[in-house]
């Protein structure tokens, strides 16, 4: 007799419902001639193209907690298209927007595609195997549909993918850099819906630097999804670059599952896309697991950025932390929206979240929920959010000695984000992120209107 | 109501537990409307007001709103509770005490089981607890009983009656600011209660007077089956301070109760309004059975330099659904929350506050504490929002939850917006059980376990009890530690 007075989520009639399904028809058609995947693969786009026909995309916000803040009618509105060739782009042309160093074992997807004319660069490690995704024996156990739009559309349009097998106890392998490379399309709006599947084998360590970057002058809508897997006593360090362009579209889910004795550590970079939006979930199933997502976004002009980050302790004595930083400038907007959940029996679970954010101009907006939700009663969580603006003593005190005022202002932006780019280990990485940051950095001064004020 | 119904009542009462002291029933001869919600109840319960059209009007429209949400399915339910369907036509919207239709004139003539069921409930209605200083409004069921103090308040030009009173002596103040704060479109159940409503308390402060005494309002359903809608109304105008007290009770009945109220407080420029609460509405018994249904929409809106300070210690109710906010709509505002809420048992507690910043240098400040026990659900959902053209506006909130046993759940959901670069946001929560360690401290001084446990739990609600008027504090910290009973040591 009792019901849960939970939210009743309408579905929504898709706009272009019809370029979907010619899409998705011809799409299956041309696997099914292959016949190259799974019966898992079959199923899986079988099954999201049913969900995603069904629920549409989710315009309708009134009572869904998920996309309170985040309006997706300009998404239903445009007819994104699925499988339009690809314009071809030469390794050189990527390798001037994203480094390719030999340090690391480079792949890299053109709109979707690992593209055979582009070999892997770098060496190949022991221990880590490159597969098809479809060949996946787990494939979607993390990541199926799950009446989400976005998750459901990748399995629809389940394409080759990549699947990431390190073996069990694997010391020392190059960080794996995935790069996701967006061009142009005559045909209209391109879609890409790329899929990778990382499985960790039991007291492995490894890095995985995944990068997101268009080359296309208009919009694009990329929907990736990855799922993670960890083994007892792996580590994971996960990287993840979101250097979209400001046209486009970019719709992440990121989803872990931890064994005991695990460690994921993640740090995200978003400064890309006109709507940007990471869904992170980790599922910490082992007790002594330690989950760390850690994340800095800038968002200029009218730019949109989403993060819905998620935390499940399920068994004791598991370990998490959250903490992101926002700079916001112009009249774009941010939403953090954390949540932890320490279920029933999750004792000693010790979580803590916390977003922080900095204010640079009248008309940006940020919203934060931090939320949590706990059943077990011997747990330490704590959770915390601000928002303001550069301090104005700050600011005089660095004038005051010498430094000019727009040094002094780039000074104390960086001086934010720093802290999170500080525990980038790999050192390529960190110096490319922090001169994307620079050269973000007048945009970001050029809009704002508050520092000092105060 | 009948002899029957009075039976089964009393037979019920010596069924339940024993724990909640305020669940006796009291056998007054009541007038009820036939059960059911349609537009001839609204009619009715205006008649028997003896309404003016305006306000019939007001009713009318607020029902049309509740209808149409009700028929869009536009019930709630972004809130952390469970809860049966409510069946709006399975509710008296109208019981009074039959005696009142020849209005007392003086409490001599007030039904002496009624004085005495108020007698038990604690409630300074004589002239002996004029020592206390409280001015009291007491509501039974849903209407105003008498009014104590009332003329030292009349010398000062304090205006404190029941709302229905009000609606006929002061007209043009109720029609200035009815719905001025919670428009009936507000919500679901602020047009339900904008519909029905049938009494409370009205409270008005004349521009530059400090009140001189607490202003008090006792809530008590007693009627089976009846839900209680009361509307309570404060202004303080300019310059003005008030300290107003609410207490809420409600008998033991195996099936739920419905209560839905609505507060509205306006403190004009350099106004000050203090608004206390114990609410102890019957909780349900130890397996979750019956219990109050309370959904609650309190507001205040401030001027200039105005402030409004809400302070909270929830103990009661099956299931609470209540955000009391303030928008801080003039410079210099400032606004207040102060909450305590339990949830022992089967109860269930989604509870926070909303300060929207609108004016200049406004400034909230937010300290809820959240105790679950048994199988209690606690959850504390807030909302602070800094508009754009609130410059220099600062919020700090703290939210600690505080958990006893491990079938208990203890939530925080808090929502941040700000739109104002020169905002200055914080927010920080914790959640914890009471230590080992303090526990073993206290035990090794002879204190027993559940002695322990209180001092412990009083001392971590501290920063909240404290707010209280004095007595309230008093009251509070026996409450906790009744509603605790069975759930430590």
């Given at each position: 007799?009792m019901?849960?007075?939970?939210?009743?989520i309408e579905p929504?009639?898709?706009?272009?419902?019809?370029?979907?399904r010619?899409?998705w028809?011809?799409?299956?058609?041309?696997?099914s001639r292959n016949?190259?995947a799974?019966?898992r693969?079959?199923?899986?786009?079988?099954?999201g193209w049913?969900?995603?026909?069904?629920?549409?995309?989710?315009?309708?916000?009134?009572?869904?907690?998920?996309?309170?803040?985040?309006?997706?009618?300009?998404?239903?509105r445009?007819?994104?298209?699925?499988?339009?060739?690809?314009?071809?782009?030469?390794?050189?042309?990527?390798?001037?927007m994203?480094?390719?160093?030999?340090?690391?074992?480079n792949?890299?997807?053109?709109?979707?595609?690992?593209?055979?004319?582009i070999?892997?660069?770098?060496?190949?490690?022991?221990?880590?195997?490159?597969?098809?995704?479809?060949?996946?024996e787990?494939?979607?156990?993390l990541?199926?549909?799950?009446?989400?739009?976005?998750?459901?559309?990748?399995?629809?349009?389940l394409?080759d993918g990549?699947?990431?097998d390190?073996?069990?106890?694997?010391?020392?392998?190059?960080?794996?850099?995935?790069?996701?490379?967006?061009?142009?399309?005559?045909?209209?709006q391109?879609?890409?819906?790329?899929?990778i599947?990382?499985?960790?084998g039991r007291?492995?360590?490894a890095?995985?630097?995944?990068?997101?970057?268009?080359?296309?002058?208009?919009?694009?809508?990329?929907?990736?999804?990855?799922?993670?897997?960890m083994?007892?006593?792996?580590?994971?360090?996960?990287?993840?670059?979101?250097?979209?362009?400001?046209?486009?579209?970019h719709?992440?889910t990121?989803?872990?599952?931890?064994?005991?004795?695990?460690?994921?550590r993640?740090?995200?970079?978003?400064?890309?896309?006109s709507?940007?939006?990471?869904?992170?979930?980790?599922?910490?199933?082992?007790?002594?697991?330690?989950s760390?997502?850690?994340?800095?976004?800038?968002t200029?002009?009218?730019?949109?950025?989403?993060?819905?980050?998620s935390?499940?302790?399920s068994?004791?004595?598991?370990?998490?932390?959250q903490?992101?930083?926002?700079?916001?400038?112009?009249?774009s907007r941010?939403v953090?929206s954390?949540?932890?959940?320490?279920e029933?029996g999750?004792?000693?679970?010790d979580?803590?979240?916390?977003?922080?954010?900095?204010?640079?101009?009248?008309?940006?907006?940020?919203?934060?929920k931090?939320?949590?939700?706990?059943?077990?009663?011997?747990?330490?969580?704590a959770?915390?959010a601000?928002?303001?603006?550069v301090?104005?003593?700050?600011?005089?005190y660095?004038?005051?000695?010498?430094?000019?005022y727009?040094t002094?202002q780039?000074?104390?932006?960086?001086?934010f984000?720093?802290?999170?780019?500080d525990e980038?280990?790999?050192?390529?990485?960190?110096?490319f992120l922090?001169?994307?940051?620079?050269?973000?950095?007048?945009?970001l001064q050029q809009?704002?209107?508050?520092?000092?004020t105060? | 109501?009948t002899t029957?119904?009075r039976?089964?009542?009393?037979?019920?009462s010596?069924?339940?537990?024993?724990?909640?002291?305020?669940?006796?029933?009291?056998?007054?001869?009541?007038?009820?409307?036939?059960?059911g919600?349609?537009?001839?109840?609204?009619?009715?319960?205006?008649?028997?007001?003896?309404?003016?059209?305006?306000l019939l009007?007001?009713?009318?429209?607020?029902?049309?709103y509740w209808?149409?949400?009700?028929?869009?399915?536009?019930?709630?339910?972004?809130?952390k509770?469970?809860?049966?369907?409510?069946?709006?036509?399975?509710?008296?919207?109208?019981?009074?005490?039959?005696?009142?239709?020849?209005?007392?004139?003086?409490?001599?003539?007030?039904?002496?089981e009624?004085?005495?069921?108020?007698?038990k409930?604690g409630?300074?209605l004589?002239?002996?607890?004029?020592l206390a200083?409280?001015?009291v409004?007491a509501?039974?069921?849903?209407?105003?009983?008498?009014?104590t103090?009332?003329?030292?308040?009349?010398?000062?030009?304090?205006?404190?009656?029941?709302?229905?009173e009000?609606?006929?002596?002061?007209?043009?103040l109720?029609?200035k600011?009815?719905?001025?704060?919670?428009p009936?479109?507000?919500?679901?159940?602020?047009?339900?209660n904008?519909?029905?409503?049938?009494?409370?308390?009205?409270?008005?402060?004349?521009?530059?007077v400090?009140c001189?005494?607490?202003?008090?309002?006792?809530f008590r359903i007693?009627?089976?089956?009846?839900?209680q809608?009361?509307?309570?109304?404060?202004?303080?105008?300019?310059?003005a301070?008030?300290s107003?007290?609410?207490?809420?009770?409600?008998?033991?009945?195996?099936t739920s109760?419905?209560?839905?109220?609505v507060?509205?407080?306006?403190?004009?420029?350099?106004?000050?309004i203090?608004?206390?609460?114990?609410?102890?509405?019957?909780?349900?018994?130890?397996?979750?059975?019956?219990?109050v249904?309370?959904?609650v929409?309190?507001?205040?809106?401030?001027?200039?330099?105005?402030?409004?300070s809400w302070?909270q210690?929830e103990?009661?109710?099956?299931?609470?659904?209540?955000?009391?906010?303030?928008i801080?709509?003039g410079?210099?505002?400032?606004?207040?929350?102060?909450?305590?809420?339990?949830?022992n048992?089967?109860q269930?507690?989604?509870?926070?506050?909303k300060?929207?910043?609108?004016?200049?240098n406004t400034?909230?400040?937010i300290?809820s504490k959240?105790?679950?026990?048994?199988?209690g659900?606690?959850?504390?959902r807030g909302g602070?929002?800094?508009?754009p053209g609130?410059?220099?506006?600062t919020?700090?909130?703290q939210?600690?939850s505080?958990?006893?046993g491990d079938?208990?759940?203890?939530?925080?959901?808090?929502?941040?917006e700000?739109?104002?670069?020169?905002?200055r946001l914080?927010?920080?929560?914790?959640?914890?059980?009471?230590?080992?360690e303090?526990?073993?401290?206290?035990?090794?001084?002879?204190?027993s376990?559940?002695?322990a446990?209180?001092?412990?739990?009083?001392?971590?609600?501290r920063?909240v009890?404290?707010?209280?008027?004095?007595?309230?504090a008093?009251?509070?910290?026996q409450?906790?530690?009744?509603?605790?009973?069975g759930?430590?040591?």
């Amino acid at each position: 007799m009792m019901t849960l007075n939970a939210s009743k989520i309408e579905p929504n009639p898709i706009r272009h419902a019809d370029v979907y399904r010619n899409d998705w028809d011809s799409f299956v058609a041309n696997q099914s001639r292959n016949g190259s995947a799974s019966d898992r693969a079959h199923e899986l786009r079988r099954v999201g193209w049913e969900e995603f026909n069904r629920i549409g995309f989710p315009i309708n916000r009134r009572g869904n907690e998920l996309w309170k803040y985040t309006d997706l009618r300009q998404i239903d509105r445009m007819p994104f298209r699925f499988g339009a060739p690809s314009s071809g782009i030469s390794l050189e042309a990527i390798a001037k927007m994203v480094p390719l160093p030999r340090e690391w074992q480079n792949v890299v997807f053109v709109d979707g595609v690992r593209d055979p004319s582009i070999a892997d660069s770098g060496s190949q490690s022991d221990g880590l195997t490159l597969r098809d995704v479809t060949a996946y024996e787990q494939l979607g156990a993390l990541a199926g549909c799950e009446s989400n739009a976005f998750v459901s559309l990748n399995s629809a349009f389940l394409d080759d993918g990549l699947m990431v097998d390190i073996d069990h106890d694997v010391e020392s392998i190059k960080p794996l850099h995935v790069v996701f490379v967006s061009t142009g399309s005559d045909l209209g709006q391109r879609a890409v819906y790329p899929r990778i599947a990382v499985s960790v084998g039991r007291g492995s360590h490894a890095t995985l630097i995944e990068t997101h970057v268009s080359m296309a002058d208009g919009s694009h809508l990329s929907v990736p999804v990855v799922e993670i897997s960890m083994g007892q006593q792996s580590t994971l360090r996960h990287y993840r670059v979101q250097l979209d362009g400001e046209d486009s579209y970019h719709f992440a889910t990121t989803r872990v599952k931890q064994g005991e004795d695990s460690r994921y550590r993640s740090t995200s970079f978003s400064m890309g896309s006109s709507i940007g939006r990471h869904d992170v979930l980790t599922m910490l199933d082992g007790e002594h697991a330690e989950s760390t997502l850690h994340g800095v976004y800038m968002t200029t002009n009218r730019q949109h950025q989403d993060f819905e980050i998620s935390t499940t302790h399920s068994v004791p004595h598991g370990t998490s932390d959250q903490y992101y930083k926002g700079i916001l400038s112009g009249r774009s907007r941010a939403v953090f929206s954390g949540k932890i959940t320490v279920e029933r029996g999750a004792q000693k679970t010790d979580a803590n979240q916390k977003d922080l954010n900095l204010l640079l101009s009248h008309g940006a907006e940020v919203d934060t929920k931090p939320s949590l939700e706990i059943y077990a009663d011997d747990v330490k969580c704590a959770h915390g959010a601000t928002a303001g603006h550069v301090d104005e003593d700050t600011l005089f005190y660095l004038q005051s000695r010498g430094v000019d005022y727009d040094t002094a202002q780039a000074m104390l932006i960086r001086g934010f984000a720093a802290e999170i780019l500080d525990e980038i280990e790999d050192e390529l990485l960190r110096t490319f992120l922090e001169d994307k940051l620079d050269e973000l950095m007048p945009a970001l001064q050029q809009a704002s209107d508050t520092i000092g004020t105060a | 109501m009948t002899t029957q119904d009075r039976l089964t009542i009393s037979r019920e009462s010596k069924l339940d537990d024993a724990g909640y002291k305020w669940g006796f029933s009291t056998d007054v001869e009541m007038e009820l409307a036939p059960k059911g919600l349609n537009e001839q109840i609204v009619q009715l319960i205006s008649s028997k007001k003896n309404e003016p059209e305006w306000l019939l009007d007001w009713r009318l429209k607020a029902f049309d709103y509740w209808r149409k949400l009700h028929r869009e399915d536009s019930e709630p339910r972004w809130a952390k509770l469970r809860y049966p369907e409510i069946d709006y036509q399975d509710i008296y919207y109208y019981a009074a005490p039959k005696s009142f239709d020849d209005a007392p004139k003086s409490l001599d003539e007030v039904d002496p089981e009624m004085l005495e069921t108020f007698d038990k409930l604690g409630i300074p209605l004589h002239e002996r607890e004029r020592l206390a200083g409280v001015a009291v409004d007491a509501v039974f069921d849903s209407v105003s009983v008498a009014t104590t103090y009332g003329e030292q308040l009349e010398e000062r030009g304090i205006i404190f009656c029941s709302f229905s009173e009000a609606v006929q002596n002061h007209p043009e103040l109720i029609k200035k600011y009815l719905g001025s704060v919670v428009p009936y479109t507000d919500n679901f159940f602020a047009a339900l209660n904008s519909a029905v409503f049938s009494d409370g308390s009205f409270a008005y402060i004349p521009p530059g007077v400090r009140c001189p005494v607490e202003l008090m309002t006792y809530f008590r359903i007693n009627t089976e089956g009846s839900g209680q809608f009361e509307r309570t109304l404060i202004v303080a105008d300019e310059g003005a301070y008030v300290s107003y007290l609410e207490g809420c009770t409600a008998p033991i009945r195996r099936t739920s109760q419905l209560h839905a109220a609505v507060v509205e407080l306006v403190a004009l420029d350099r106004g000050e309004i203090k608004y206390s609460t114990i609410q102890n509405w019957y909780p349900g018994t130890k397996d979750g059975e019956g219990g109050v249904y309370n959904f609650v929409t309190k507001r205040g809106m401030t001027g200039d330099d105005a402030k409004i300070s809400w302070t909270q210690v929830e103990t009661g109710s099956a299931i609470t659904w209540k955000y009391p906010s303030v928008i801080l709509r003039g410079d210099n505002s400032v606004g207040e929350f102060y909450s305590v809420a339990l949830a022992n048992n089967y109860q269930q507690a989604d509870t926070g506050t909303k300060m929207i910043h609108i004016g200049k240098n406004t400034k909230s400040t937010i300290v809820s504490k959240g105790i679950s026990a048994g199988h209690g659900e606690n959850t504390y959902r807030g909302g602070v929002k800094i508009l754009p053209g609130a410059e220099n506006a600062t919020n700090h909130t703290q939210c600690d939850s505080l958990l006893v046993g491990d079938q208990c759940g203890a939530h925080t959901v808090p929502y941040i917006e700000v739109r104002n670069p020169t905002a200055r946001l914080e927010h920080e929560a914790s959640t914890s059980k009471v230590s080992d360690e303090q526990l073993f401290y206290l035990m090794s001084r002879g204190i027993s376990e559940e002695d322990a446990h209180h001092m412990i739990i009083t001392g971590w609600s501290r920063d909240v009890i404290k707010e209280l008027p004095f007595e309230f504090a008093l009251e509070a910290g026996q409450l906790l530690k009744v509603s605790l009973e069975g759930a430590v040591g």
